[in-house]
């Protein structure tokens, strides 16, 4: 078993221990740290389109050499699906106080992205991601603990109509975040992560640059509010900036804002999507991205 896959079963198995000693608090029931609303690598499930220039853009793929559609041309734009899986699943309430506690939790989910006007519907690539948070609250003040890991793969059919070859985009990551409530339930947070294994360094191009693959930092702001039917249908609005080493530092913004409808079991979001930056494709991860989009996202 490689590292990384190693690694993916540690977190898993961390749960077991966390929910055996809960004595009351397992399983949790809320959330201390919400996802935030606009980052593209939070774990949900996912279903939406994007108009994107990821093939036909200004900055064509550098990862690897440019790719040479045989079926069809790549546009300047075109349409993608995508789609994801997963979530945050709270497993044990370790302390709890009027205003907050600490949760661990359980994080994992699959994203994908299909070029829907392709005739062979090429799935571009898929990221994976796992991670262990542990959240605190404390009145408006909360954070995110979290190590993860995330790999990236390229499509089978990409690589088939292309001639595509995947590149090694793997990395584990201590990963932070504190946000505070500014006013109302409008939250700004910051942090970032530290990469204490990555696969990606080796990648020729990267190391021809002398670039490595150590750190990533992150700044936003979002807010979920429910002020119409009786408190179950509301909007959220985010915005949120990342920049990594891996990029040489460059911006990746992405916003969402978009109406929510919640009940006790699930909250369904439909948002509208804006990104720009260095694709949050892990096999694109240096080619510069822009697109809009919808989409529809459920939480539970």
Same mark, same amino acid.
Request: proline share 6%; net charge neutral; aromatic share 12%.
């Given at each position: ?47 939406? =389109? *994007?108009?994107? @220039?990821?093939?036909? %853009?200004?900055?064509?793929? $550098?990862?690897?050499?440019? /790719?040479?559609? !045989? ?51 090429? =799935? *571009?690539?898929? @990221?994976?991601?796992? %991670?262990?948070?542990?959240? $605190?609250?404390?009145?408006? /003040?909360?954070? !995110? ?156």
């Amino acid at each position: 078993m490689s590292r990384r896959y190693a690694y993916v079963l540690a977190l898993s198995l961390l749960a077991i221990p966390c929910a055996a000693a809960g004595q009351g608090g397992f399983v949790a029931e809320h959330r201390l740290f919400p996802s935030p609303v606009a980052a593209p690598r939070e774990p949900t499930f996912e279903a939406g =389109l *994007v108009m994107t @220039d990821l093939f036909g %853009g200004s900055h064509p793929p $550098v990862e690897r050499p440019p /790719l040479i559609f !045989r079926d069809s041309a790549a546009a300047a734009h075109e349409f993608q699906a995508i789609a994801a899986m997963g979530g945050t699943v709270p497993v044990w309430q370790a302390l709890s106080w009027s205003d907050g506690g600490v949760l661990v939790g359980i994080q994992a989910g699959i994203f994908g992205r299909f070029r829907i006007e392709s005739p062979a519907r090429d =799935l *571009v690539a898929a @990221d994976w991601i796992v %991670g262990l948070p542990i959240e $605190v609250r404390k009145g408006r /003040l909360s954070a !995110r603990l979290r190590p993860l890991h995330w790999s990236a793969h390229l499509g089978d059919e990409l690589m088939q109509n292309s001639a595509a070859v995947r590149i090694p985009f793997s990395f584990e990551s201590l990963d932070a975040l504190v946000g505070y409530r500014a006013f109302g339930p409008v939250r700004v947070y910051g942090g970032g992560s530290v990469n204490f294994h990555s696969d990606t360094e080796t990648l020729p191009r990267l190391q021809r640059l002398g670039m490595k693959d150590r750190g990533r930092i992150q700044l936003g702001t979002d807010a979920e509010t429910y002020p119409w039917y009786e408190g179950r249908l509301g909007y959220v609005f985010g915005l949120d900036w990342q920049s990594a080493e891996r990029t040489d530092w460059a911006s990746q913004l992405s916003a969402a804002a978009g109406l929510s409808f919640h009940n006790q079991v699930y909250a369904a979001q439909l948002r509208a999507r804006f990104f720009s930056g260095p694709s949050p494709l892990g096999q694109f991860f240096r080619t510069h991205e822009t697109y809009w989009g919808v989409d529809l996202v459920i939480e539970m």
